[in-house]
């Protein structure tokens, strides 16, 4: 059965979402099917590395964390764009050095830095571990440093290593 349906939660939801930017008839559903089916199996032959939690009781700590975050850079990045001219600003380019290697949580800490406004990933060097991120607003590099490491990279290592 695994060999048919090797991620069943993906195909069903491409289902669903198929049916959702379409119209709910039996010909959707049955094309639906087929292109999940299709996408499940290409996505399969990637074969991507099954991720590994090992404190799920921290995951809802980096979720708040991450949407009290995102919270603030709106209304900063809000701030900023409103002020127009009377505010300098600068931005810039900031290189992180990383301790985290677990592909999943790399590309859990990207989503959350390209998520929030004001920055960007923009590049990641796996041989150094250094991350190079966009900054809208770049004040402070050492806060910076200090955000990413201690309060997304730190959470991320006790969840993934």
Same mark, same amino acid.
């Given at each position: 059965?695994?060999?048919?349906?090797?991620?069943?939660?993906?195909?069903?939801?491409?289902?669903?979402?198929?049916?959702?930017?379409?119209?709910?008839?039996?010909?959707?559903?049955?094309?639906?099917?087929?292109?999940?089916?299709?996408?499940?199996?290409?996505?399969?032959?990637?074969?991507?590395?099954?991720?590994?939690?090992?404190?799920?009781?921290?995951?809802?700590?980096?979720?708040?964390?991450?949407?009290?975050?995102?919270?603030?850079?709106?209304?900063?990045?809000? !701030?900023?764009?409103?002020?127009?001219?009377?505010?300098?600003?600068?931005?810039?380019?900031? !290189?992180?050095?990383?301790?985290?290697?677990?592909?999943?949580?790399?590309?859990?800490?990207?989503?959350?830095?390209?998520? !929030?406004?004001? !920055?960007?990933?923009?590049?990641?060097?796996?041989?150094?571990?250094?991350?190079?991120?966009?900054?809208?607003?770049?004040?402070?590099?050492?806060?910076?440093?200090?955000?990413?490491?201690?309060?997304?990279?730190?959470?991320?290592?006790?969840?993934?290593?």
């Amino acid at each position: 059965m695994k060999r048919f349906f090797p991620f069943p939660l993906l195909l069903v939801s491409l289902v669903l979402m198929w049916l959702a930017l379409t119209s709910l008839s039996l010909g959707n559903l049955i094309v639906g099917i087929l292109v999940a089916l299709m996408a499940v199996h290409g996505f399969a032959a990637l074969q991507p590395s099954r991720p590994k939690i090992k404190k799920w009781h921290l995951v809802p700590k980096l979720i708040g964390v991450v949407l009290l975050d995102i919270l603030r850079s709106n209304i900063a990045v809000a !701030t900023i764009i409103l002020q127009g001219r009377r505010r300098q600003r600068k931005s810039g380019f900031l !290189t992180i050095p990383l301790d985290l290697r677990d592909p999943t949580g790399l590309a859990i800490l990207s989503v959350i830095i390209t998520s !929030t406004p004001g !920055t960007a990933w923009m590049d990641y060097n796996s041989a150094r571990g250094e991350v190079l991120l966009h900054v809208f607003d770049l004040v402070d590099e050492a806060d910076w440093l200090d955000t990413i490491k201690n309060r997304y990279e730190h959470l991320l290592r006790e969840i993934f290593e």
